[in-house]
């Protein structure tokens, strides 16, 4: 087990660290979180799924 310190307001953050169980890269970087595995926290605190545009919509 790794210890990776972690102050985002991430989905798999927990008391500092990244509770993350293995590497994965469907997260959503930013300059604000550059980490490939950050997943914002939804409002109602479960985890909040991209905006896709429905195909006619393209």
């Given at each position: 087990?790794?210890?990776?310190?972690?102050?985002?307001?991430?989905?798999?953050?927990?008391?500092?660290?990244?509770?993350?169980?293995?590497?994965?890269?469907?997260?959503?970087?930013?300059?604000?979180?550059?980490?490939?595995n950050?997943?914002?926290?939804?409002?109602?605190?479960?985890?909040?799924?991209?905006?896709?545009?429905?195909?006619?919509?393209?």
């Amino acid at each position: 087990m790794s210890l990776i310190g972690c102050t985002s307001d991430c989905l798999y953050q927990r008391d500092g660290y990244c509770q993350l169980e293995r590497a994965m890269s469907s997260g959503e970087p930013s300059g604000e979180n550059p980490c490939v595995n950050y997943v914002p926290r939804s409002q109602d605190g479960g985890q909040r799924l991209p905006d896709v545009p429905h195909p006619d919509e393209l």
